[in-house]
């Protein structure tokens, strides 16, 4: 790929995908992007109380993750049964389901390897929405083409995939779309810094999808809490994992969380505003009339000037704004403030060090 500026490569990432053939699931009705969260402790209460932090968040799925059919690298391990006590599946993705939250499982390589013939199958009649392959391995032509046979078994049964660990997107989404993401990323299940962070667009997503694991509440977290919001705006990943590490109890009505509880996953329009590799990145998407944006600085601090001339001229938005301010009275100390702008307004901003901003902007009655 080739562009006159480092933002030309991300805008036009479709290259990638247009190099492989074309959908071959014909009803997708079923394939439904949204927002993921990680169950930390797999109880049936635990699960219950983290469905309702998703329907107060606008969260789509929750994720059981490894062990909870056993020990995930023997072959011996059983993913049809529940291996874990106070754990009662078919009564969690029941309460799910009443309430709009669909159920992800983790399965790793072992037992995807012994029983992907009927796993999946097995998996559609509880009702489970999806499964996250783990270690599974990559490279090879035999595990390529391994990867792609289990992603097609899955399609059989309607079951959506997200592939962790070293395996990375060349494509493969545009020919079969129950693939919603991948990681092949160092994201936040390792708490990179802010600089990484300013890496990543030019690079891992301009060959696709890529789940971050973005965290919020975490003492880890090697950025400021803003460029924290702004990462699920930059980053690209229908299946976009957010408060990786997070408990449901670390959150105290935060308010700066409508950006996550409003921002979607997929979009109709992406702009990179400005950036460069290493330094930051001012990342615009479009769903429907609502821009979300995103801008993050590298591990130093920085004077940043947003320009929305992408908005439509003539109209009016609202723009709600999360900013890093250590004066604010909360343990995140993001400050929320909203101003009218148009396409002829440039924001400025003074991002702290590891720091970042988000904005969301939404056209004026």
Same mark, same amino acid.
């Given at each position: 790929m080739i562009?006159e500026?480092?933002?030309?490569l ?7 995908l247009n190099l492989?053939e ?9 394939i439904? &992007? #949204?927002? /993921?969260?990680?169950?930390? %402790?797999?109880t049936?209460?635990d699960?219950?109380t983290?469905?309702d932090f @998703?329907?107060?968040h606008?969260?789509?799925?929750i ?5 909870w ?5 023997s072959?011996s391990?059983d993913?049809?049964?529940?291996a874990?006590?106070d754990?009662?599946? &078919? #009564?969690i /993705?029941?309460?799910?389901k %009443? ?6 499982l983790?399965?790793?390589?072992? @037992?995807l ?5 009927s796993?999946?199958a097995v998996?559609?009649?509880w ?15 035999r595990?390529?083409t391994?990867v792609?046979k289990?992603?097609q078994q899955a ?6 995939v997200?592939i962790h660990?070293?395996w990375r997107p060349?494509?493969?989404q545009r020919t079969?779309?129950n693939?919603m993401?991948a990681?092949g990323i160092?994201g936040n299940?390792?708490?990179p810094?802010?600089?990484?962070n300013t ?7 301009i060959?696709?999808a890529?789940d971050?694991?973005i965290?919020?509440f975490?003492?880890r977290?090697?950025?400021?809490h803003?460029?924290?919001?702004a990462?699920?705006?930059i980053?690209?990943s229908?299946l976009q994992?957010?408060y990786w590490?997070d408990?449901?109890s670390a959150e105290?009505?935060e308010?700066?969380?409508e950006?996550w ?5 997929t979009w109709?329009e992406?702009?990179i505003?400005q950036?460069t ?6 990342t ?17 601090a920085r ?5 929305l001339s992408f908005l439509?001229?003539?109209?009016k ?7 890093d301010?250590?004066s604010?009275?909360?343990?995140t100390h993001v400050?929320?403030s ?6 002829k307004?440039?924001?400025k901003f003074?991002?702290?060090p590891?720091?970042g901003?988000?904005v969301y ?5």
């Amino acid at each position: 790929m080739i562009a006159e500026k480092p933002g030309d490569l991300i805008e036009h990432n479709y290259m990638m995908l247009n190099l492989n053939e074309p959908s071959a699931i014909a009803n997708t009705n079923w394939i439904k &992007p #949204g927002k /993921i969260m990680r169950v930390m %402790d797999m109880t049936t209460n635990d699960a219950k109380t983290n469905i309702d932090f @998703a329907v107060k968040h606008n969260l789509q799925y929750i994720l059981f993750d490894w062990k909870w059919y056993g020990p995930a690298f023997s072959f011996s391990s059983d993913a049809t049964k529940v291996a874990i006590p106070d754990f009662d599946l &078919p #009564g969690i /993705i029941k309460y799910g389901k %009443d309430k709009g939250v669909g159920v992800w499982l983790y399965v790793n390589q072992q @037992a995807l390897l012994a029983q992907s013939d009927s796993l999946f199958a097995v998996y559609h009649k509880w009702g489970v929405k999806g499964v996250k392959f783990g270690f599974v391995q990559q490279g090879s032509h035999r595990w390529t083409t391994w990867v792609e046979k289990a992603i097609q078994q899955a399609a059989a049964a309607q079951i959506m995939v997200n592939i962790h660990d070293d395996w990375r997107p060349t494509g493969e989404q545009r020919t079969w779309p129950n693939l919603m993401s991948a990681e092949g990323i160092r994201g936040n299940e390792e708490m990179p810094d802010a600089t990484h962070n300013t890496v990543l667009p030019f690079t891992r997503y301009i060959a696709g999808a890529a789940d971050y694991t973005i965290c919020y509440f975490n003492k880890r977290i090697k950025t400021t809490h803003a460029h924290q919001l702004a990462l699920a705006a930059i980053y690209y990943s229908p299946l976009q994992t957010l408060y990786w590490y997070d408990k449901p109890s670390a959150e105290h009505n935060e308010p700066e969380l409508e950006f996550w509880n409003k921002i979607p996953t997929t979009w109709d329009e992406t702009k990179i505003v400005q950036g460069t590799p290493g330094e930051y990145i001012s990342t615009a998407r479009r769903s429907r009339k609502d821009w979300f944006v995103g801008t993050i600085t590298n591990n130093d601090a920085r004077e940043i000037k947003l320009d929305l001339s992408f908005l439509e001229p003539g109209k009016k938005y609202k723009a709600a704004i999360y900013s890093d301010d250590p004066s604010v009275n909360t343990e995140t100390h993001v400050r929320v403030s909203s101003k009218t702008v148009n396409s002829k307004t440039v924001l400025k901003f003074a991002l702290l060090p590891s720091g970042g901003e988000a904005v969301y902007l939404t056209p004026e009655k």
